[in-house]
């Protein structure tokens, strides 16, 4: 299935039996709870970041750091919601997309007992399987703990309880959506999650 921004980051196509833990390169999307522009605004196309915006994106940026097996790829915080390419290394990830996100390839060792962990011949190291789904929540846990304490308030949702992910099958749909989340602020009147798009500018 191709990767449509306008529908796939407003619902979960998240396939049942899928291994999210055994690797795979996936588009992420996180949205805030009322829609409000907390994270800051869009100026001439290009994303202005409040204080909640910014610990957004370093939350992002640092989750490596917690889950070291974990490759980011571009992202984008926008004025209510996120994206992000987040990329586990496993057998079930296709090679050349470990390649082009700068992860490594790891093939799958039969017979080892190695079922929680891959080697890494490349390194020599054990990687940790991490699914997407302990990933994904615990970076909202943390953004929303920080930004509540920012603004110095307390059992307030951020988030929406669900997150939105596609899975990305090959190079091609890798760069078409890198492209789409580097580019989205240009597009934020556009946006169906902008809560001043009115029914006649949405896209059909």
Not at 1 to 18: A, E, F, K, Q, V
Not at 162 to 176: A, F, G, M, P, Q
Request: net charge negative; charged share 20%; proline share 8%.
């Amino acid at each position: 299935m191709t990767y449509d921004p306008r529908i796939h980051h407003r619902r979960s196509i998240r396939l049942r039996g899928h291994d999210y833990s055994g690797g795979g390169a996936y588009v992420v999307t996180v949205c805030i709870q009322d829609k409000s522009s907390l994270f800051g605004q869009v100026l001439e196309n290009e994303m202005v970041l409040s204080e909640p915006g910014r610990i957004v994106e370093v939350t992002w940026r640092t989750l490596p750091v917690r889950f070291p097996s974990v490759v980011l790829d571009v992202h984008q915080v926008m004025p209510n919601h996120f994206h992000g390419i987040v990329v586990i290394p496993g057998p079930g990830l296709e090679p050349s997309l470990a390649t082009a996100a700068g992860a490594p390839v790891i093939q799958p060792l039969v017979g080892l007992g190695l079922a929680p962990a891959k080697v890494d011949a490349s390194i020599g190291s054990t990687v940790r399987r991490v699914g997407l789904g302990a990933g994904v929540g615990t970076f909202k846990s943390l953004s929303a703990i920080a930004i509540n304490q920012a603004l110095a308030r307390t059992g307030k949702h951020l988030w929406q309880e669900d997150y939105y992910e596609h899975i990305v099958r090959n190079i091609e749909e890798l760069e078409k959506t890198r492209d789409y989340i580097v580019h989205n602020p240009a597009h934020w009147l556009e946006d169906p999650e902008n809560p001043d798009v009115g029914p006649e500018l949405a896209p059909a």
